[in-house]
């Protein structure tokens, strides 16, 4: 089984090379932002909760992000593997995913990151709000807010993949294309 976790600050670009990577690899894409909007959308207690934390820029609490996680999850039996996208976004999030996939009888088998300057992701996160008409990415400081909790909160989870040998930088600069093909060479890797 085949499972990646797809890591990178906000705009790095993490959602567009998933749907590259699903479809070559056949995988599950779990992507904790998209179940947060359908939730948001749907108006579901989850989505309430999600929506106020996300708003502010803040991270949403473990136990939410992870129960919505494991639930999805489960929805896919008999998965060849899956793409965790925006997800595990804590040390913490990391030993339970790995919690999880070990009572599924599989584990990680090896983080990619997208790496990306600060500058250019203010960029691309503004040019998607223009685009997307989302709220997050349309305010400067709320961007800045969400690029500092990832350096500050979520970053750190780099190193609990680097400890177990399963980190991979790989350049978030270049087209979608180049950016796809470096990712492959590094799953093909692996």
């Known amino acids: 089984m085949l499972n990646l976790v797809l890591f990178g600050p906000p705009g790095a670009g993490k959602g567009t090379q998933s749907a590259k990577l699903i479809e070559k690899y056949q995988l599950v894409h779990l992507s ?10 749907g108006g579901t207690e989850l989505g309430t909760r999600a929506k106020q934390y996300i708003d502010q820029g803040q991270l949403v ?19 060849k593997g899956y793409i965790f996208d ?23 088998t090896g983080m990619l990151a997208l790496e990306v300057e600060e500058e250019e992701l203010r960029k691309r ?42 980190y991979t930088g790989i350049n978030g600069i270049g087209t979608i294309d180049e950016i796809f093909d470096r990712l492959s060479n590094a799953i093909d890797a692996l």
């Open 86 to 108: 925006g997800f595990p976004r804590t040390p913490a999030q990391a030993k339970a995913l790995d919690a999880f996939l070990a009572t599924k009888g599989t584990a990680i």
């Open 32 to 41: 904790t932002g998209d179940i947060f909007r359908a939730n948001i959308k």
């Open 61 to 79: 609490p473990d136990e939410v992000t992870i129960g919505m996680l494991e639930s999805e999850a489960d929805k896919y039996p008999d998965a």
């Open 125 to 166: 996160l503004l040019l998607r709000g223009k685009d997307s008409g989302r709220a997050d990415d349309q305010d400067p400081a709320v961007i800045q807010k969400r690029i500092d909790v990832y350096r500050n909160e979520t970053e750190p989870v780099r190193d609990y993949y680097m400890a177990q040998n399963k």
